[in-house]
C-alpha cells in the first residue's frame, strides 16, 4: 500500500515538473533532475536523443523529452493521445509502436494463437470515467501490428458488470 501511494504522490508531480522545464533552455541534466533516469533513451533525426519517461500501470501518461544535440530540451510530449493512437496501423512493427507509445501497462503472449497484446493505460478527456485501455495485438511470428482496440478501462467497472 506504502509502494500504491509513493507511485501516486510521484505521478501527482508531473505537471509540476513540465511547469519547470522550458523548451530551447533547459538542460538534459535540468529534464535528468526532475523526471529522474529514462525508462529508455531512443535515438532520433539529426542526433536528437529521446528520453521515455513512463508512468504505466498506474498513470495514464507516458512523456518522451527530446534532448537535441546541443544538449537542450526541444520537445516534451504525453505520446498516449487520441491522435498519437489513431497513427498505430496494422503493418507497423512492434519497435515502431514501442518508440511512439512508450512502455505498455501490459503485455499478453496468446502462444496458441500466435499474438502478443500490449495494453496502454490513457484517458480520452479530463475525467475518471475517461479512462481507457489501448491494445495492439501483434502477430508474434513477425512482430507486426494485426489490430488495435481502445475500449473502456475495465478497472473501473462497477463490481458484477
Known sequence: ??????????????????????EGISTEADVRARFGEPENIWDGA????????????AGHENYMISIGPDGRMT????????ENLARIQPGQTMEEVRRSLGKPMKVTPYALRH??????????????????????????????VKRTASVADPDLRPAGQ
Open 115 to 144: 499474438e502478443t497484446e500490449y495494453d496502454w493505460r490513457w484517458r480520452d478527456g479530463p475525467n475518471v470515467a475517461d479512462s481507457k485501455v489501448f491494445t495492439v495485438v501483434f502477430d508474434s511470428t513477425t512482430l507486426r
Open 75 to 82: 520537445a516534451l510530449r504525453q505520446v498516449l493521445n487520441t
Open 46 to 57: 539529426g542526433g536528437v536523443r529521446i528520453f521515455e519517461y513512463n508512468r504505466q500501470p
Open 1 to 22: 500500500m506504502g509502494l500504491l501511494a509513493s507511485l501516486l504522490s510521484l505521478l501527482g508531480c508531473d505537471p509540476q515538473r513540465i511547469a519547470e522545464l522550458e
